[in-house]
């Protein structure tokens, strides 16, 4: 028998919807020709891993000396570590060491051993909305609850309405920086207001409250915008991040954990964490990614293409009617539902796919009246979409009339 609340999660309207689009997908391609099924359902980045990555792998891939397979400490081999310290010290203008980094098997490995470490039954995460999806889940893997802060109109942080939130059970505040689904970049100023709001919060009630930062987006940015190094703000800052969409490398499971060395007995934490890591049976994060990463966490990536292809498809929804906000990194439009919809993102999800468009509720993400395109698929699907979208609008407006 399947544990009860496995099962309610699996069977509740927001499990997974965006595998559930994309799965659809595959069935729709079968049958109608993937030329003409327009999935922007799925995050997985299309861009190839840069060229340094690859001469990683080539160069591991021979090494045959004995024992290269074996066991590391679960916290990942120290010589990686420090090569991930450099990454982090270089994004946030704070040095940090490798004692300060746990690898881990992507970021949601590294969210859930965080909050493993971090959270008691009854504890709480609070999240501006919209948000990827499984954070839900995440929290709750752990004895907590997701709490959702709504955020303003242009998806900036509303300070207020998370102020108001905080409280004794408060274990900590999750961004994701760029958001994924809106593609937003929460600006320097947002980042120094939180850190005051919740410096403040702990002083009143003596517990400290972490800022988890999860950026796995975080070279991937638009228009000269850029993500804050939180570190330099907040002493009780964690950043969660992997190699999955900047290096195209989300099959190897490959991220980790970087503590402020200023946060409150940030040596506890890390043995916590990598505890964690061990008993939520991961162990520790793969070996040979572990060394490939050390070679190249620093490739250098044209993103460009992504840039041209979130051009391309803001002009198409221009022609065709459909709302959008402008993102500022990752690659994913957040779309407003037509006003015909009354606000349903899943029923017109619905209607789009028969016009063989996938796209992904906004209410699975926290963001009800909205839709996330994936624009990390080739230029054709993007261009070819056009048609589909345009008739499926034009049929709205026969109906309305």
Known sequence: MIAKHIQ????????SVIRKMFEEGIVLKKQYGEENVFDFTLGNPDLDPPQKVIDAIQEEAKNTSHGCHGYMPNAGYPYVREAIAQKITKEQGLAITGSNVIMTVGAASALNCVFKALLNPGDEVIVPAPFFAEYRHYAVNHGGSLIEVPSKNDFSLDLDGIKARLCEKTAAVLINNPNNPTGKIYSESDIKELASVLNEHNKKTGRVTYLVCDEPYRAISYDGAKVAPAFQ????????????????????R???VAVSPKSDNPEEFIKAVTFSLRVLGCVNAPAFFQKVIAKSWDAKVDYSSYKNRRDNL??????????????????????????????????????????LVLAAPGSGFGGKGWFRLAYCVSSKTITGSERAFNEAMNQLKIQNK
């Open 314 to 355: 803001m002009a198409i929804l221009d022609r065709v009617g459909i709302e959008y906000y402008r993102p500022q990194g990752a690659f994913y439009l957040f779309c407003k539902v037509p006003a015909q919809f009354s606000g349903d993102d899943g029923d017109f999800c619905d209607y789009l796919k028969k016009y």
């Open 233 to 252: 703000f907040y002493d009780n800052t964690v950043i969660v991040s992997s190699f999955a969409k900047d290096l195209s490398l989300p099959g190897e």
């Open 254 to 256: 490959i991220g980790y």
């Open 8 to 15: 309610e999660t699996i069977n509740s309207k927001g499990a």
